[in-house]
């Protein structure tokens, strides 16, 4: 149980154009789903936090224009990179967690993201 | 503040070999979580363990093995009798009670040479 899946794996895009990332939980509600970003050799850094129905946390230094997500249900939540440059090349990192059990996150597998 | 440390950048082993991960933490709150992820090189996150800080217990499961010591904020990791297929980077990772949000550490990459 508790499978993520993301949506595509990978993209390759040209610069400016927007980019859509699916993140699904496909056998649990996901009331919380965060999403992460891990430059190459690099460790993962959190995003944004976003719970159904809410607007998301970005954290600091993210850009919420630029990186918007959007939770409409509780078994989807997409990161829309918006006019995309080079450097947000990047490995893009879904997690999903459930009311009952905030404390532990289930990861998708994760899109690769490469910018042109 | 990095509220993660994983002191190892790399480790190389021979297969057979054991290898200790260390991970070091820092939080004010009282009740946490810690976390082991394995990354293979496909990218997607293996979890291993999860551990409260309220169980001190030390854990074993096959090959792996963690030590968490409250008295000194570790939460170390330790594979024994290495083999190929550990080769990975390895996350050390805390959460908080207050909001839940994951720190990562800034991993560990091991290989384990044939």
């Known amino acids: 149980g508790a499978v993520v899946s993301q949506h595509p794996s990978w993209v390759i895009c040209k610069s400016g154009t927007s980019v859509k990332i699916e993140c699904r939980s496909l056998?649990?509600?996901?009331?919380?789903m965060f999403w992460y970003r891990q430059f190459p050799k690099q460790s993962l850094m959190l995003m944004a936090t976003?719970?159904?129905?809410?607007?998301?946390?970005?954290e600091q230094g993210v850009e919420k224009d630029k990186f918007l997500i959007n939770h409409a249900s509780l078994t989807l939540s997409t990161l829309t990179v918006t006019s995309a440059h080079p450097e947000d090349s990047s490995f893009y990192i879904c997690?999903?967690?459930?009311?009952?059990?905030?404390?532990?996150?289930?990861f998708g597998p994760g899109t690769r993201l490469t910018v042109l | 503040a990095q509220k993660v440390t994983q002191a190892q950048t790399e480790i190389s082993v021979v297969e057979k070999e054991d290898v200790t991960l260390d991970c070091v933490y820092e939080?004010?709150?009282?009740?946490?979580?810690l976390f082991w992820y394995k990354q293979p090189p496909s990218g997607e996150l293996v979890f291993l363990i999860r551990?409260?800080?309220?169980?001190?217990q030390n854990e074993i499961s096959g090959r792996y093995s963690w030590n968490f010591q409250k008295s000194t904020s570790s939460f170390n990791f330790t594979i024994t009798a290495s083999q190929v297929v550990d080769s990975a980077v390895y996350f050390c990772?805390?959460?908080?009670?207050?909001?839940?949000?994951?720190?990562f550490g800034a991993g560990t990459t091991v290989t384990v040479r044939a």
């Open positions: 056998d649990f509600q996901a009331t919380t």
């Open positions: 939080t004010r709150d009282t009740t946490y979580y």
């Open positions: 551990r409260n800080s309220f169980d001190e």
């Open positions: 990772a805390l959460s908080e009670a207050t909001d839940y949000k994951l720190s």
């Open positions: 976003s719970n159904e129905g809410s607007k998301a946390t970005y």
């Open positions: 997690s999903g967690a459930t009311p009952s059990s905030t404390d532990t996150q289930y």
